[in-house]
């Protein structure tokens, strides 16, 4: 059974640091791309990075770029969402999930998806 589990939200003020995790269960990782996405009430689900686990492969939305890096590791399954810098305007429920098809900016194209990590930044 495919499942994906995301860890790692909170509180944390402006200019800080969190570390998002999203287990996965069910199939090996290292076959798929898997992808971070973020949304706040009343908005749509929005792309912010994903990675190709076979090559490294990794894409940021221009909003994050420079500021979070997304890891894989093959062996425990999970990847990763360093988030640095942060600011006000990420605060959003952060989800991750597996690639099926179609385009990689598209919440669309993604079949398996966690429950979601609340992330607040604010003072």
């Known amino acids: 059974q495919v499942q994906l589990v995301e860890s790692g939200g909170g509180l944390v003020q402006p200019g800080g640091s969190l570390r998002l995790s999203c287990a996965a269960s069910?199939?090996?990782?290292?076959?798929?791309?898997i992808g971070w996405f973020r949304q706040v009430p009343g908005k749509e689900r929005e792309g912010v990075s994903y990675i190709t686990n076979s090559d490294g492969t990794t894409y940021y939305a221009d909003s994050v770029k420079g500021r979070f890096t997304i890891s894989g590791d093959n062996a425990k399954n999970t990847v990763y969402l360093q988030m640095n810098s942060l600011k006000p305007e990420d605060t959003a429920v952060y989800y991750c999930?597996?690639?099926?098809?179609?385009?990689?900016?598209?919440?669309?194209?993604?079949?398996?998806w966690g429950q979601g990590t609340q992330v607040t930044v604010s003072s």
């Open positions: 069910g199939f090996p990782l290292n076959y798929f791309t």
């Open positions: 999930a597996r690639y099926y098809r179609g385009s990689y900016y598209s919440p669309r194209s993604y079949a398996y």
